[in-house]
């Protein structure tokens, strides 16, 4: 099997240190508020609007293209990328690949969400023509991860003892739960170099070294379209000013900090959407970076 260009990269925190890693949180959210980045986006076209709420919330700058001029412009002008096959274009069969090789050249990280998994024959190709340049980060719910680690040959799709594996994806839902997922989530982080977000009740981020499980959120978070969608790319807009794993997490812990924060004052899943991007643009970097977070070895 040949290896990725990035799969040599050493993990960013080797000894686990968990100050450090928090430290780095604090700073992300920071630099993000200081600086607007641009994290340009290829994403579902029913969660256009969210992703890109949400990217200005916490101080990013969002632009949605589609394109495949128009993706590998964007390469070069921003600090990231978010790809998305949520609701594809068949235009996008082009675009996928082109965006993704344009960012390999250009050097610009970019965040990969493979919504859909396992739905139609594009979907599967375009994910096998981007396992060349692969993402700096993979966002994706239990099943997605499993799948996706399975479509690129890397394995661990294999269920903890015990427990009975799902079935896959069932659309844009899982069917397998988060610690199913542990050992295709390290063996893609292994594979890009980079990092993996396990999203789920309670989400998993890992960037193959280190496995960090993130507590929080709200069951509201599944009641509103574009939850997941709207992550990776507030995933992408810390991935501009930082490396790929602390991006992930502080996207994650943000995202349960939120959610948790605007379920105590709303009525319902429209008022939720209202007062979690609210949360998402109040939260401080202090508040982020002390998310309850558990800490272990991959």
Known sequence: MAESSHSATPPTFPDGDEAALRASMARAVAAVRAE???????????????????????????????????????ASMGGAVYLNLGTLLPVYEQTIPRTARA???????????????????????????????PPAIVRGNASEIIG???LWGLGGGAAPEGETPGEGPRGVDTTDEVDAARAAGVALARFIGGAVAV????????????????AGGS?????????????????????????PFTAALTATALYNLAGARAAEHCAGPGSFQVAFLDELHRATPE???????VFETA
């Open 148 to 150: 996706l680690a399975k």
């Open 287 to 293: 508040d982020v970076a002390a998310a309850p977070l």
């Open 36 to 74: 607007n980045p641009l994290a340009p986006s290829i994403t579902n076209t029913v969660t256009q609007s969210f992703v890109a709420n949400a990217q200005l919330a916490v101080g990013g700058s969002a632009a949605m293209v589609y394109l495949p001029d128009e993706g590998e412009q964007v």
């Open 219 to 243: 069951p509201l978070l599944c009641a509103v379209t574009g939850s997941g969608c709207s992550l990776g790319g507030v995933a992408a807009v810390y991935a501009c000013v930082t490396d």
């Open 103 to 133: 960012c390999d050249v250009a050097g610009t990280p970019w965040v990969l969400d493979p919504v859909g998994l396992g739905i139609g024959q594009l979907r599967t190709e375009l994910l096998q023509a981007v396992r060349a340049t």
């Open 199 to 214: 999203s789920g009740p309670a989400d998993l981020v890992t960037d193959g070294a280190m496995v960090v499980r993130a």
